[in-house]
């Protein structure tokens, strides 16, 4: 048996074309939202803790411009205001009491992603060196990626996070195809200017301990995970 396809609503709360098309891939239809909120401004040493800390500022940034647009009238309200500014979902669940009561639900998902290199960590390159700089680095060497997810259910506030890291080595990146990286732009907008399903950089991939959409910025199987606990 199956549940009512519209069971809860779902925002997605990043403006990251990655992180769409694999919400998009896992059968879900959504409502876009984003933060904008001061990422320099939020700093911790654990990349693991930076990204946590990262997705719920940027929850709680979107659940109060949601609150502000859609109901001046009392912060009691505003939880159920937010349920109708989502878009119904296709993923069909397993029947079962949770998801028979989550009916008017909807849910918000944020994430955040930094690629740690030799110890450091790396967010959005701020200039085209700094970018090549990166790429230069994972030439025959190894990254990892760290991506959070946040799931807040706006009817109850149930929240519940986790992160995920996959660790990829690389053959010799050669410099042409750094610059044509650099050329093209995408780079400068991710985290550590890393895109391993780009297909200049493919296949300099030497090997992923992990999977792929970990590394596009929104794990899968933790996601559906975090979706379910808050039902």
């Excluded at 990254?143 to 799931?151: G, H, I, M, Q």
């Excluded at 610059?179 to 780079?187: A, H, P």
């Excluded at 301990?209 to 975090?226: F, I, N, R």
């Amino acid at each position: 048996m199956e549940a009512d396809s519209t069971a809860f609503k779902l925002i997605l709360g990043s403006s990251s074309i990655a992180r769409r098309k694999i919400l998009a891939e896992m059968g879900y239809e959504f409502t876009l939202m984003s933060a904008d909120i001061d990422e320099k401004g939020i700093r911790k040493d654990k990349p693991e803790e930076l990204v946590m800390a990262l997705a719920e500022a940027k929850a709680d940034a979107i659940i109060s411009k949601v609150q502000t647009q859609n109901n001046p009238g009392g912060p009691e309200q505003n939880i159920l205001v937010a349920a109708d500014t989502a878009g119904a979902i296709s993923q069909k669940l397993p029947t079962s009491d949770c998801v028979k009561d989550a009916v008017g639900t909807a849910l918000l998902i944020t994430a955040d992603q930094v690629v740690v290199y030799q110890g450091a960590i790396r967010e959005k390159p701020s200039s085209k060196e700094e970018a090549r700089g990166f790429l230069k680095g994972y030439s025959s060497g190894q990254a990892a990626t760290v991506s959070s997810v946040l799931v807040t259910n706006l009817k109850t506030g149930k929240r519940r996070g986790g992160w995920d890291r996959v660790e990829i080595n690389f053959h010799e990146i050669p410099d042409e195809t750094i610059e044509k990286l650099i050329e093209e732009g995408n780079v400068l907008y991710v985290a550590g200017a890393l895109i391993i399903e780009h297909p200049l950089i493919l296949p300099f991939v030497k090997g992923v301990v992990g999977t792929t959409d970990s590394v596009m910025g929104l794990p899968k199987a933790l996601t559906e995970k975090l979706i379910k606990e808050v039902l």
